[in-house]
């Protein structure tokens, strides 16, 4: 699939605030680029001005309001951006965090946004090596990834694990850590592009996820798994069936439906696990928010996690991110850019030293 390398459209914007909304419930034609006052600093509530925004699969149910939305239309939707402080209260002046400092989030709303209201206790800092797209696109699935692997099941040396969805974002990160960790990584994706943005995350076998899947994993796991990872949901049996005696299944979405019940005999029967995962639980303080991201960006400084991104669109072209992220035919994260001229300059000349190594060993002939 084509998608978009460069961000089209960045010119020609009025300098006030503006968000991506809706004010009813449908598909991407729903979004409107619109003109907002802009937030204003509280105490404990800091004003961050967006450089990069990660779009996810929550923003996408909102929009289709398949979530419960508080306040009335219209809505900004999203939960996860990076950029740099625009305002702070006077309470706020003279704490840990200052204006221009680099900063990010991935739990806190309306970050479809040029400016965007954050509790302190939600910003995340930025090391100098990491750069605001990265940030952007690894904190919540990064976060999601690492938990899953960490706390809901810890992934040890030899482990053979099963990831449903692996070409997709959180399947990705979880790919590369749970191999970073030394795990054998069995790798469900729908197509073949998935399936080698998979084998380039270090599966170390890739297994068509379409009709007869559930053969082939037998085929390839005859003993069972240790883990499975199931973020599909009708899948759920399925994958309690690949799970090895004593093994574990870690259920933490439903992309395609809502399981159907499980007998807790079954899980008695052969001592397997059935343990659920939320993000939300483990983010319950400032310093698990920054304790946990500091590990990301060390995975990310020590080579053990590449953040894959599909695509960039300007933010006031939302609808067609959603589009594209909507389709599931892209593996990697799409990102929404805002209209910033200065938030511009400052994504260049703020990549992070690998990435412009990167680049620049590319450039040379």
């Known amino acids: 699939m084509n998608v978009p390398e460069v961000i089209p459209g960045l010119a020609g914007y009025s300098s006030a605030m503006h968000a991506l909304t809706f004010s009813r419930f449908g598909g991407p034609d729903v979004l409107e680029w619109i003109a907002l006052p802009d937030p204003v600093a509280a105490p404990g509530i800091a004003v961050v001005r967006t450089a990069a925004i990660g779009l996810n699969f929550a923003d996408i149910y909102r929009r289709q309001g398949r979530y419960h939305l508080a306040g009335s239309p219209p809505w900004i939707a999203g939960y996860e951006a990076a950029g740099t402080i625009a305002a702070l209260h006077p309470d706020d002046a003279n704490g840990e965090w200052r204006?221009?400092?680099r900063v990010a989030f991935a739990d806190s709303p309306y970050a479809n946004a040029e400016l965007v209201p954050v509790p302190l206790g939600k910003l995340i800092r930025l090391p100098g090596d990491i750069d605001f797209e990265s940030a952007a696109a690894v904190l919540l699935q990064g976060l999601t990834a690492q938990f899953l692997s960490a706390d809901s099941y810890a992934?040890?040396?030899?482990?053979?694990?099963?990831?449903?969805?692996?070409?997709?974002?959180?399947?990705?990160?979880?790919?590369?850590?749970?191999?970073?960790?030394?795990?054998?990584?069995?790798?469900?994706?729908?197509?073949?592009?998935?399936?080698?943005?998979?084998?380039?995350?270090?599966?170390?076998?890739?297994?068509?996820?379409?009709?007869?899947?559930?053969?082939?994993?037998?085929?390839?796991?005859?003993?069972?798994?240790?883990?499975?990872?199931?973020?599909i949901g009708r899948t759920l049996h399925d994958s309690l069936a690949l799970a090895r005696t004593g093994g574990t299944v870690v259920f933490y979405g439903m992309a395609a439906g809502d399981p159907d019940a499980v007998d807790p005999r079954l899980l008695m029967d052969r001592s397997l696990s059935l343990v659920g995962g939320d993000l939300w639980n483990v983010l319950t303080s400032a310093q698990a928010r920054q304790t946990r991201a500091d590990a990301l960006f060390k995975a990310i400084r020590d080579?053990?996690?590449?953040?894959?991104?599909?695509?960039?669109?300007?933010?006031?072209?939302?609808?067609?991110?959603?589009?594209?992220?909507?389709?599931?035919?892209?593996?990697g994260k799409v990102l929404l850019i805002p209209p910033h001229r200065d938030v511009q300059m400052a994504l260049h000349s703020l990549r992070s030293p690998r990435a412009q190594d990167a680049q620049d060993a590319q450039e040379r002939p």
């Open 303 to 331: 080579g053990n996690l590449r953040v894959p991104i599909a695509a960039r669109y300007a933010l006031a072209d939302g609808a067609q991110a959603h589009a594209l992220l909507e389709g599931r035919g892209v593996s």
């Open 99 to 101: 204006i221009d400092q």
């Open 155 to 231: 992934v040890r040396a030899g482990d053979n694990v099963l990831v449903h969805a692996a070409g997709g974002g959180v399947g990705l990160l979880l790919t590369q850590l749970t191999t970073a960790r030394g795990a054998n990584v069995f790798a469900l994706a729908s197509s073949a592009d998935k399936r080698q943005a998979a084998t380039q995350a270090g599966a170390r076998i890739v297994i068509d996820s379409g009709d007869g899947w559930v053969e082939r994993v037998r085929a390839a796991l005859p003993d069972g798994a240790d883990a499975v990872y199931d973020s």
